[in-house]
Antibody, heavy 122, light 117 residues
């Protein structure tokens, strides 16, 4: 069964940085696009960023463009999200999710991790 | 960007009853690629239904869950509610890849809560 385990969340002051990680196992990580999706407390789901299986393409939601950077290390089967210039509105549970397309990215989230909570507060 | 509006906000039903959840898009969804997710408190979302017109069930999803619709109107039906089905359900449009400003990003509806009556 596909496993995704996020880490790196915590409490951070506005304007500071944080890096999230997502360790993947039990599937061929290098063949799938990967996403970050977030959920503010008591709110709905918001797609944040995607990286293609071969790292050649990366896209971001307008709300994080220029501040967040998605990356991956296929040799370590790990996905990352570097978050800079954090704002209070970035407070959320951050989930990594696998894209349902094999060697293609559809924007369908077929497996999710349990999430890591990021709280931006002074 | 496509806006998805789900209704009702909350559905109060009893186990064994049929649940019908609606998802309406602000514009026609390309290739009718619409997915449904279930989220229980304290858990990550889980993919239920995907594919053209939302007709394919994800691995391990029981056949009491079914999807239908096309264009701008989609429906998730749970034929007979089991106790474990009480949760929040989200619809999501996908398939427009890559998610550029022109094609629009991948968006979710605001969710429908199915609660026990």
């Amino acid at each position: 069964q596909v496993q995704l385990v996020e880490s790196g969340g915590g409490v951070v002051q506005p304007g500071r940085s944080l890096r999230l990680s997502c360790a993947a196992s039990k599937f061929t990580f290098s063949s799938f696009g990967m996403h970050w999706v977030r959920q503010a407390p008591g709110k709905g789901l918001e797609w944040v960023a995607v990286i293609w299986y071969d790292e050649n393409n990366k896209y971001y939601a307008d709300s994080v463009k220029g501040r967040f950077t998605i990356s991956r290390d296929n040799s370590k089967k790990t996905l990352y999200l570097q978050m800079n210039s954090l704002r209070a509105e970035d407070t959320a549970m951050y989930y990594c999710a696998r894209d349902g397309g094999y060697s293609f990215v559809f924007g369908l989230f077929d497996y999710w991790g349990q999430g890591t909570l990021v709280t931006v507060s002074s | 960007e496509i806006v998805l509006t789900q209704s009702p906000g909350t559905l109060s039903l009893s186990p064994g009853e049929r649940a019908t959840l609606s998802c309406r898009a602000s514009q026609s969804i390309s290739s009718n690629f619409l997915a449904w997710y279930q989220q229980k408190p304290g858990q990550a979302p889980r993919l239920l239904i995907y594919g053209a017109s939302g007709r394919s069930r994800a691995t391990g999803i029981p056949d009491r869950f079914s999807g239908s619709g096309s264009g701008t109107d989609f429906t998730l039906t749970i034929s007979r509610l089991e106790p474990e089905d009480f949760a929040v359900y989200y619809c999501q449009q996908y398939g427009n890849s890559p998610p550029t400003t022109r094609s629009g990003s991948w968006t979710f509806g605001q969710g429908t809560k199915v609660e026990m009556k």
